[in-house]
Nanobody, 123 residues
Framework: VQLQASGGGSVQAGDSLRLSCAAR????????MGWFRQVPGQEREIVASISGSGASTHIADSVKGRFAISRDNAKSMVYLEMNGLKPEDTAVYYC?????????????????WGQGTQVTVSS
């Protein structure tokens, strides 16, 4: 499975961004997907995850009410809609895929990772 994340950029606080992750490989709908972020010197943290069917999602408390995750299995795409961005959201954002349909918040539970896309939010 190959993952390609895009959509990052430099924005002002309060702005919105939509990250996209394109997956190449078979059985996309059988894989739970996740978005993680990482700041230099810190561990990678979960932002959001979504089950294979899209019926179940998890949003981290730090972004709840501002971020949303969705997927389009017909297009093998997963999205992270980010609204009300804050400077503390600045990080490299990664999309990741599991080998199973159920989600997890643990990075070690994801077998495949994209290359990351930088999001920078200035105040």
């Amino acid at each position: 499975v190959q993952l390609q994340a895009s959509g990052g950029g430099s924005v002002q606080a309060g702005d919105s961004l939509r990250l996209s992750c394109a997956a190449r490989g078979r059985t996309f709908s059988s894989r739970a997907m996740g978005w993680f972020r990482q700041v230099p010197g810190q561990e990678r943290e979960i932002v959001a995850s979504i089950s294979g069917s899209g019926a179940s999602t998890h949003i981290a408390d730090s972004v709840k009410g501002r971020f949303a995750i969705s997927r389009d299995n017909a297009k093998s795409m997963v999205y992270l809609e980010m609204n009300g961005l804050k400077p503390e959201d600045t990080a490299v954002y990664y999309c990741a895929a599991r080998k199973v349909v159920t989600t997890t918040t643990v990075a070690e539970g994801y077998a495949y990772w994209g290359q990351g896309t930088q999001v920078t939010v200035s105040s």
